[in-house]
């Protein structure tokens, strides 16, 4: 146990639904990360929060749109994704994303799959 | 550009030593970390290295080289359970973590 808790672990959807994501930490930290991971590509940073406010976007489509409501929940809004989109989807938290020491803490993630 | 470089798949015999290298082209250098991530779990830190040498800890070992822009994780007595990827990572000028594509361990008994 990380302290990130993920849900749901496993995601089917078309590609003209809308689901969220959820992610919460118990970890008292102030800066919380979506990342998505695919198949022998690197990790790509999607978002990043910080006191709750948004401090990167990484070009993401629209597609994808990230909600921090404090600094213990992020949630990742998804509608009209496209099959390209099916990942590992890891959100992580982490003290402060200014720091120098910045360990991220990851939860295990949310598997999904567009049809 | 920025990149990590790390060997994609390597295997080694339990009990044995394997090293793990990673190179990295950032824009600035605030550290480097190394991840376990077993399939289908979280990734989890396992070291960090800011300045240049040796870090041991336990079984596990990381070493930098600033100037050469290098890093490798180094396993030792290996056990079945250290079957996963390692991932390196560089925290960059923006404090912003740079990933590699990991490097799946298979351990053969």
């Known amino acids: 146990e990380t302290g990130v808790t993920q849900t749901p672990r496993h995601l089917v959807m078309g590609m003209t639904n809308k689901k969220s994501l959820k992610c919460e930490q118990h970890?008292?930290?102030?800066?919380m990360y979506w990342y998505k991971q695919s198949a022998k590509k690197p990790l790509e940073l999607m978002f990043v929060y910080n006191f709750k406010e948004q401090t990167e976007n990484n070009s993401v489509p629209s597609r994808f749109s990230p909600e921090c409501p404090n600094s213990s929940h992020l949630f990742l809004h998804l509608h009209t994704l496209q099959p390209e989109d099916s990942a590992l989807y890891l959100c992580a938290s982490s003290q402060d994303s200014s720091g120098i020491y910045n360990e991220q803490f990851f939860g295990p993630g949310t598997r999904l799959t567009v049809l | 550009g920025q990149n990590i470089d790390q060997p994609t798949e390597m295997t080694a015999t339990e009990g044995a030593i394997v090293q793990i290298n990673c190179t990295y082209q950032t824009s600035g250098f605030n550290g480097l970390f190394w991840y376990q991530q077993h399939a289908g779990e979280a990734p989890t830190f396992l070291s960090y290295n800011v300045l240049d040498g040796l870090e041991e800890k336990g079984r596990f070992s990381s070493f930098l080289s600033r100037s050469k822009g290098y890093s490798y994780l180094l396993l030792k007595e290996l056990q079945m359970k250290d079957s996963a990827s390692y991932l390196c990572?560089?925290?960059?000028?923006?404090?912003?973590?740079?990933w590699g594509a990991g490097t799946k361990l298979i351990i053969k008994p």
């Open positions: 970890l008292g930290h102030n800066a």
């Open positions: 990572a560089v925290s960059n000028s923006n404090y912003q973590l740079i």
